[in-house]
Every structure is written in structure tokens, then in C-alpha cells.
């Protein structure tokens, strides 16, 4: 991922540079080449390392605040904290995130350091710590454990607390905290891992048994509970790619979790399963071969087939015909060679991902080096008008750095991850999936010219270029896309399924045909999602193959069934049907039903959480009263005249408290309130929960009527701590929540735009409810209040209601609809009779507000939809330029407009989006919300759960 081991690290700048001074001393010591020095070398580096640590604990310098009891917990019964259970343990935190190569290299060095320190008071816990918005979701950690075999603690930090605070650059990277919590080391990369990570760790152990300090009875008691415990084996396990023979008759899958590769017929019967279910490095027959971690394969016509063994760092060849398992490059142990050259096993190789085959070469995606490699298969074979022989491995193109640059010399070019490869034999071209960059490249093999398709950004550098948009090359945005297939007149990869035009560099949704072999098939949001698919080329022999990263469920997920579209695999499916079984469902929280409720001073908005992962039990042996509310609240989209569930705003498949379920999402008039309490009483809420969760102003005015009328503790929480901490939720969880709107004021052109929001910060949010509220965002839980005002939605309904009669602000919105605020507000051209052109302000530009209304004649003249449009534009004016100057003042880009005055209230989005873009000369977007107005209500029901059982 993003190799980080020239970053600063900025956690601390007395500890790094104490620790920078102190690694300087070490590599000296090791330098010297003095005899006499040699056998006290040891001592010399431990004593270094002790007036190191001696200096560290002295100064107290850099501690770290316990875990939040808000993340959810891996490989653990109950949530960990470093008060309760880690006194007097060494703790290693590992920040990764499972997409990234590099975190994925330092796992096995983890696991050495636990098998060496088994006994010792040292434990690692993986902070887990997103790139990717589909990475935050719990399921899929849990997923990525599973596969890769993860059994020390885990948290989800899916907002990054931990990181932000503490300062955390890039993945990976390890912090080693003392006994009482103080940070000792910081790892950054993998060369920082591979040279301190064993010494650090032995060196410290050392000093704190002299200081009396290890306690290693805590690390006894640390409530183990492995995911692996509770996982079915099944016959595939998070298979990665799959490949189908020339014929089409036979198909290869790599079963990346067992370590195996399955050769089934196209008819889903199964020939071989090479490999066994525990990882290894063995060639010979079919019983003996071990594979450890395999991803690409392919097929060299019907009886051999390549595989990419990428955790033994090499390429295998399966021969059908004499039974065996042969290694052809690589040697088990990783690389850093960018360069190669190498024949057979002595070339070592640096993660493989994927293979690809063509004219006696095998093209190899090396995500570990971040380059495109070729193996030679056959004697006398050209490449680049070379000849090489046989077994010759070596770079193709690419420089190693990890970037999405391209350059008509291929060895200027650089990649980030690349993770999938397919052939244009046609034209020589090779496809390549760049995961890290969110991009799909080319390369022409004919002169190792390398070229962007879709997705990535214009900065090589910008890793961060991802999200989910159809679109023209850079316009396009792809997330962490893992294959890609190729036929003669489409080209495929695994983007929710999305189809790229090469001719016109854009990308659209595709409709596989009836040639589609699919793997792990599920519906997401109402859309299929397709895990991994093959399909058969119509006018070449080679073989084409393509694995899915899709945005919204893991790209290591275990499919749920296996299937053709004409053809059910009826051999196969006894066994692969219903193995998606990893979710755990964690117990604990409330009692049902979980409510999160905001009373404003005009609507009350209410956030209904409603699971679909209960058993039959559960849902037989639920209380009649919860049936008949969940019953009453699915059942209709109205309650009475004024209550509305929005239909079109209902998330699926969320996760709260390890809970899977739908949120709902209702509103209705702060002066209905004594009606949903009495409503609330008559279904028989207080029989089944004593508390509810509440924010804003109406949490305190209602509090009594609560308690009297529904017997029910309102916990009441503040409003804009709930309204940031329900922007990242629901933002986690769909990421087409951020928008914002091109040619707002022409109603033809006028677009929702997708803004990828996975990485905001700073950001400033204007919450226009009854009021104004403007905070300025730093991190998940860094936020100020920087201005307001009393101008708001309570504002523009009470005028509306003293000027045209209109009682409720749906009326008041439609009045303004057809109103002409023109023939109420005086403009530019009004007073200057055209242009201001020395301030470049258009005539149309307002210059007073309701100026016309000075003139008996003008107000003869006004209608009420006038009046009702001018106060909205007015009032929505006020807050644009607000905040437009708070943003220059703090010095943020990013200004998120939301809150329940913009949920049907198009005409001020659409002033807002103008104002913010001419004002700031295109400098500043009006971002929206899909959910505005439902944020506060959101944060009350996270923080129910924290209410306990």
C-alpha cells in the first residue's frame, strides 16, 4: 500500500528525534568493523537502548489514551482496554488495513515475535485502520482475519481515532507502548520492521524485568476468543481468482484461505484438489504439493496451469498430465529486487498477485514491488526485440516506487499494487488492475509504453483518488479494483461489474452475458454484486479471468454460492451453497426496539434500528409488543397527517453494537410531539426499554412529558456532538451520501455530482436547522464550534407564517417554488442599471433584500409565493456568506451544508452551490448530504448502545 519508509513521523518530535539519535548510535555500532568491538557489541547496543528507554519513562514523554469503548473487537470476547488488562505487558499496536501488500508482509514477522515471546508479557494487537470505505466495515475485517489467518487481538478503528491521535502517517506501522502505556518505539515500513522490531522488543523485555515491572499474569487473563474457533470449514475458503481452460471445459480456482488449487469441470465436478489445507512449500505430486496463500491462474492451453503462490513468493506450474507441482521461479523467501534477470528458482520474487499468459511468456502482476514482471517459458522467445532463454525472469516495466505514474518508457513508469492482469492479444496490449491507485492501466508490450484507462488521479502521487462514478478516464472512480478480464470487443473488470471502452477511455455498467462464469454472487443496494468471473474469448486461445474488490462488501469474501447462467453447478453447489457464515454476531446493547431521536424546534426526526440477522428462535421467542411496533412502523410511510417515514432514505445491511439490520428514518412536527407520546405509550414502549437516547433543544423541553406519560429516562446528548458522530456512520456506510450539484441555476443541466468524502478532513459543517450552527472538523473526534446564527429554518417558516398564512414548512417551500423573489428584492442592475463591473458583480446580482418593498406600488404588486421566495433566498443568502468567511478564516476547502431546512428545499441548494462557487471564484464546493437532517438522530442511537443491557 502506501510504503511509508521515508515519511517523518511527526507523533512526537522530542521522541522521534530521541529515537532517530539513538537508531544513528546502533547502526554505528553495527558498522564497525574493529574486532576488539565485536564481542562487546551487544552490550554496547543494550546499554544505548536502556539510557534510551531510562530517558523516556524520566520525561514521561509521550503517553497514549486507552481504547474508546465505542470500537468493535476481534479474536477477543469482550473489548480489551490497556488500564484493565495490559498493565505491566509490553503491547505492540500494529496500524494496518487489509488491502495494504506491505501490512500484509509484516504478519509473518508478527507471528514470529508472538511464537518467540509466547511466555513473555508481550502481546500484539492490529489496530486496523481503513484506506478503502468498503475496509471499515466490521464483516470485513472479520473476513480478512479469517483469511489470513490473524489470531492476536484486533480492533476496528473505522474513523481512524487512534491514528489521528496518535499521529499515526502511513501503513504499516508499528508503536511499542511499555508497561504503563508509554510509547517506546515507532516502526514506520517494512524496513523499519525487519531491523528493530525482534531487537526493540528482546532489548525492552530486558529492561523492564530489571525495573520489576512485567507483570505476566495479565497476559494470561486477556479474554482470548479466535474468529477461527467459530468458522465451518467449508469446501472454499475466500477464493481469489479463477481461470477457465481453452476449451472451456475445465476451470482452476485458487482457494486462497486452504492454500489449495481446485480443478473442477466446467459442469462443476471436481478432478483435483492440489495443495492441503495448512500453508507450505512443496513441489511433487498432487498429494504432496503445498501452496501458501494462492491467488492468479491460468491456463496454458487444457493440462497446465500457472499459479501466482503469493505468501511463498513465487510462480508454481499445475502439469494435469503427469500429476506434479512444479516451482518456476521464486524460492519462498521475499525480495526486494526491482530489477531480476535471474533464471528459474534463483530469481526471487516479491508477492505475485497474478499471472497472465501469451506467446510463451507468463506476465506477472508483482504487488509486492509494485511492478509488472514477465517469465520466459520457452527458448529463443523476444521480448522488446531481445531474445531470452527459458526460466528468464525479470522486470518489465516499472520502477518499484508506488505511484499511478505513467511514461512511454516503461521503466519510468511506476504502478500501486497492481493485482489483476488480462490480454488484447489482438493488439499486443496488456491490462493491468492497479489496486492501489484505483485505476486501470495499459501497457502496449510491444515497446513497454504505459498508459492510464480510467480511474487514478492526475498527481501520480494521489493514492487517495478512489470512490464509485462512471465517467471518461481520470473523471472515473474505481475502489481498490483487484482483476480485470478482456474480450476482443469489451473490456471487463471487477467494479461492481462496470465496463470500460479502451476507444473512448470511459467506463458504464455492464450486463454480463450468458459466457459469464460467476463466483460469490450477491445482491448489495440493488445492484448485483460479482465477485470473481470468467469469461470465454471469442477470436483468441488465451484464457481471460478477473477478481472484484466491490466498494461495499469485502474483496476477500467467501461466496455464497457458485453458479453459470445457463448451467447451475449442481455438484459443486451442495457443498458451496450457504458457506457465507463468517459474521459473529456480538450480544449486548439495550433491549430492543434502538430508537435515536432529534427534537428541533420544528421536527422531531426519529432513526428506527430494525435487525435482520435474528434467528428463528429469536424472532419465535420475541415480546408480542416489539412484533406489533416493528409491524406498525414497516407497515406505513405515513402516521396521520403529518408523521412521514422517507422510504427512499432506508440504509440496508447496517451494522450497530455487531447487530446486521435496516434503519429507518421518520420525521414529524415538534407540535406532534404529545401525539407520538401518546403513541409511544400505547404500543407498550416502557414494558420492553427504560431508556431513550435524545438531542436537541426538544430533549430538555420534553423530558418531563417523557418520563410522566411513557414512563421512559430520556439520556440527553449534545447536538453536535451527535450530528458529527452521525455524519461518520452514515457516510462509513454509503458512499454516495456526499454530493454536490454542477450548473446549480440552470434547471436542465443541474446534476448530482458523487464528492468522495473517505478522506475529509478538515471540514467545515453548516447545520441549518431552526438555527445556524458552523463547526469546523479536524478529526472523528477534533471539532470546534466557529460561528452561527439565530437566521435559520425557524426563521423562514415564522416569516412565511406572518407573511402569507402558510402553516408548515412543506407549504412554505412549495409557496416559494412558484414565487419571483425579483419582484421583491432589489438588484445590482436596479441600482446601477446594469453591471457593477469594477467588483465583476452581475446586474442580477441582489443588492438589498426585500428593497423593492419600499415602494407602495412594488407591495401592491407582490404576491405571497413572492414574498415566501424572497425570504428563502434572503435567508439563504445570509448563511452562504457565512459560511464562506468562516471557511477562509479557518482555512478549509470543504464546506458540508446540512440539516433538515435543505431536505425538500431545493432552491437553496442550489443557491448555496452558486454563492459558494462564484464567490470563492470556483475555489469552494457546497457539498450536500443524502440524509440531512437525520445526522443528530443517527449519533443518539450509537450512543444508546453505550447505554448497556
Known amino acids: 500500500m502506501d510504503s511509508c519508509d521515508d515519511y517523518e513521523l511527526t507523533l512526537s518530535q522530542q521522541l522521534f528525534n530521541l529515537q532517530l539519535d539513538l537508531e544513528k548510535q546502533l547502526k554505528d555500532i553495527d558498522n ?23 530517558t523516556i519513562l524520566d520525561n514521561k514523554l509521550v503517553s497514549v489514551e486507552d481504547f474508546g469503548d465505542d470500537m468493535d473487537w476481534l479474536n477477543v470476547s469482550s473489548s480489551l482496554s490497556l488500564n484493565r488488562h495490559m498493565n505491566g505487558v509490553i503491547v505492540i499496536l500494529d496500524f494496518f488495513t487489509y488491502c495494504c501488500i506491505n501490512c500484509l508482509h509484516i504478519v509473518p514477522k508478527l507471528c514470529q515475535i508472538e511464537d518467540e515471546f509466547a511466555r513473555d508479557p508481550v502481546v500484539v494487537i492490529g489496530v486496523h485502520s481503513p484506506k478503502f470505505s468498503n475496509e471499515r466495515h466490521i464483516t470485513n475485517v472479520c473476513d480478512a482475519l479469517l483469511k489470513y489467518n490473524i489470531t492476536h487481538p484486533v480492533v476496528n478503528d473505522p474513523t481512524a481515532k487512534l491514528w489521528t491521535s496518535l499521529e499515526v502517517q502511513c501503513w504499516p506501522t508499528l508503536v511499542m507502548l511499555g508497561p504503563n502505556a508509554h510509547i517506546l518505539f515507532t516502526l514506520v515500513g517494512e524496513t523499519g ?136 521461479a521464486g524460492n519462498g523467501t521475499i525480495s526486494d529486487d526491482r530489477i531480476g534477470g535471474q533464471i528459474g528458482c534463483e530469481q526471487r520474487l516479491n508477492s505475485p498477485w497474478d499471472v497472465c499468459y501469451g506467446d510463451n511468456c507468463l506476465w506477472i502482476a508483482m504487488a509486492g514491488c509494485h511492478q509488472i514482471w514477465v517469465l520466459v517459458l520457452e527458448n529463443n522467445t523476444k521480448v522488446l526485440d531481445k531474445t531470452y532463454s527459458k526460466g528468464t525472469c525479470f522486470s518489465f516495466v516499472g520502477n518499484g516506487a508506488e505511484e499511478n505514474r505513467n ?34 492501466r495499459c501497457v502496449d508490450l510491444s515497446n513497454g509504453c504505459v498508459s492510464g484507462i480510467v480511474g487514478g488521479d492526475r498527481d501520480p502521487r494521489n493514492l487517495f483518488a478512489f470512490g464509485d462514478r462512471d465517467g471518461k478516464g481520470i473523471e472515473c472512480r474505481l475502489q481498490h479494483c483487484l482483476g480485470i478480464a478482456f474480450d476482443t470487443q469489451n473490456n471487463y473488470f471487477g467494479q461492481q461489474i ?22 460469490s454472487h450477491e445482491r448489495i443496494d440493488n445492484f448485483e454484486q460479482i465477485s470473481d468471473f470468467s469469461l470465454k474469448a471469442k477470436d483468441t486461445d488465451i484464457d481471460e479471468y478477473c477478481h472484484n474488490s466491490d466498494p461495499l462488501i469485502n474483496p476477500y469474501r467467501r461466496p455464497s454460492y457458485v453458479k453459470r447462467r445457463k448451467e ?48 428463528p428462535a429469536e424472532i419465535d421467542s420475541e ?9 406498525y412502523l414497516k407497515r406505513n410511510s405515513s402516521y396521520g397527517k403529518t408523521g412521514k417515514r422517507d422510504v427512499y432514505l432506508q440504509m440496508d445491511k447496517c451494522c450497530i453494537n455487531g447487530r446486521y439490520g435496516t434503519l429507518h428514518f421518520i420525521r414529524f412536527p415538534t407540535s406532534e410531539m404529545p401525539v407520538f407520546l401518546k403513541l409511544a405509550k ?72 458523487p464528492y ?113 421566495r424572497a425570504t428563502l433566498v434572503t435567508i439563504t443568502n445570509n448563511i452562504g456568506a457565512i459560511a464562506r468567511m468562516c471557511a477562509m478564516n479557518e482555512g478549509i476547502e470543504r464546506v458540508v451544508f446540512a440539516g433538515n431546512f435543505l431536505r425538500v428545499n431545493e432552491i437553496s441548494m442550489k443557491l448555496l452551490a452558486f454563492a459558494m462557487d462564484f464567490w470563492s471564484d470556483g475555489t469552494l464546493k457546497a457539498l450536500f448530504l443524502e440524509h440531512e437532517g437525520y445526522f443528530g438522530a443517527v449519533g443518539c442511537l450509537l450512543e444508546l448502545m453505550k447505554t448497556g443491557s
Open 407 to 440: 511514461n512511454r518508457y516503461g521503466r519510468n513508469a511506476s504502478f500501486a499494487q497492481p493485482s489483476g492482469l488480462a490480454l488484447d492479444a489482438k493488439h499486443n496490449y496488456l491490462y493491468v488492475a492497479d489496486s492501489e491507485s484505483s485505476s486501470v
Open 193 to 328: 520492521v525487519d531491523r528493530w522490531l525482534h531487537f526493540y522488543t528482546q532489548t525492552s523485555l530486558k529492561y523492564f524485568e530489571r525495573k520489576n515491572l512485567l507483570i505476566n499474569e495479565n497476559k494470561r487473563k486477556l479474554p482470548v476468543k479466535l474468529l477461527r474457533d467459530s468458522f465451518e470449514r467449508q469446501l472454499l475458503g475466500f477464493p481469489s481468482k479463477i481461470s477457465a481452460s481453452r476449451d472451456q471445459q475445465m476451470i482452476a480456482i485458487s482457494n486462497a484461505k486452504y492454500h489449495n488449487i481446485i480443478i473442477a469441470t466446467i459442469n462443476g465436478i471436481i478432478k483435483h484438489i492440489i495443495g492441503g489445507s495448512e500453508p507450505g512449500f512443496r513441489d511433487g505430486p498432487f498429494s504432496d504439493a503445498r501452496f501458501n496463500g494462492p491467488n492468479g491462474v491460468v491456463w496454458r492451453g487444457n493440462d497446465v496451469v500457472f499459479v501466482a503462490d503469493t505468501e511463498n513468493h513465487s510462480i508454481r506450474e499445475i502439469n494435469l498430465t503427469n500429476g506434479t507441482v512444479a516451482t518456476i
Open 682 to 753: 400505547s404500543k407498550g414502549m416502557a414494558h420492553m426499554a427504560s431508556t431513550v437516547c435524545a438531542t436537541g433543544g426538544g430533549a430538555f423541553k420534553f423530558e418531563a412529558d417523557i418520563k410522566q406519560q411513557v414512563n421512559l429516562d430520556l439520556h440527553k446528548f449534545d447536538e453536535l456532538d451527535s450530528l458529527i458522530h452521525g455524519i461518520h456512520y452514515i457516510e462509513a456506510y454509503n458512499q454516495h451520501e456526499c454530493y454536490y450539484l454542477s450548473d446549480p441555476l440552470d434547471d436542465d443541466k443541474c446534476t448530482k455530482v
Open 756 to 868: 468522495d468524502f473517505s478522506h475529509p478532513y478538515p471540514f467545515l459543517v453548516v447545520n441549518i436547522g431552526s438555527g445556524v450552527g458552523i463547526l469546523a472538523v479536524y478529526s472523528p473526534e477534533k471539532y470546534k464550534r466557529v460561528s452561527g446564527s439565530s437566521i435559520g429554518g425557524g426563521t423562514f417558516l415564522g416569516l412565511c407564517a406572518l407573511l402569507t398564512g402558510c402553516e408548515t414548512f412543506e407549504d412554505a417551500i412549495q409557496l416559494a417554488a412558484n414565487g419571483d423573489s425579483t419582484k421583491i428584492d432589489k438588484s445590482v442592475r436596479d441600482i446601477y442599471g446594469g453591471d457593477y463591473s469594477k467588483f465583476k458583480l452581475s446586474g442580477d446580482i441582489i443588492a438589498s433584500s426585500f428593497g423593492h418593498m419600499c415602494s407602495a406600488e412594488k407591495r401592491a404588486q407582490a404576491t405571497p409565493a413572492d414574498m415566501a
Open 498 to 519: 462496470k465496463l470500460t471502452e479502451g476507444a473512448k477511455q470511459s467506463i458504464s455498467f455492464l450486463n454480463p452475458d450468458d459466457d459469464v462464469f460467476v463466483i
Open 568 to 615: 447451475l453447478i449442481a455438484n459443486m453447489m451442495a457443498t458451496i451453497n450457504g458457506t457465507n457464515t463468517s459474521s459473529t454476531k456480538p450480544m449486548g446493547g439495550p433491549p430492543m426496539p434502538w430508537f435515536g431521536m432529534d427534537i428541533g424546534g420544528s421536527l422531531v426526526k426519529l432513526v428506527y434500528f430494525e435487525p435482520t440477522d435474528s434467528s
Open 32 to 54: 564497525h568493523s574493529d574486532d576488539a568491538i565485536d564481542g562487546s557489541r551487544d552490550g554496547l547496543k543494550q546499554s544505548l537502548v536502556f539510557n534510551y528507554l531510562d
Open 623 to 631: 415480546l408480542e409488543t416489539l412484533k406489533k411496533i416493528r409491524h
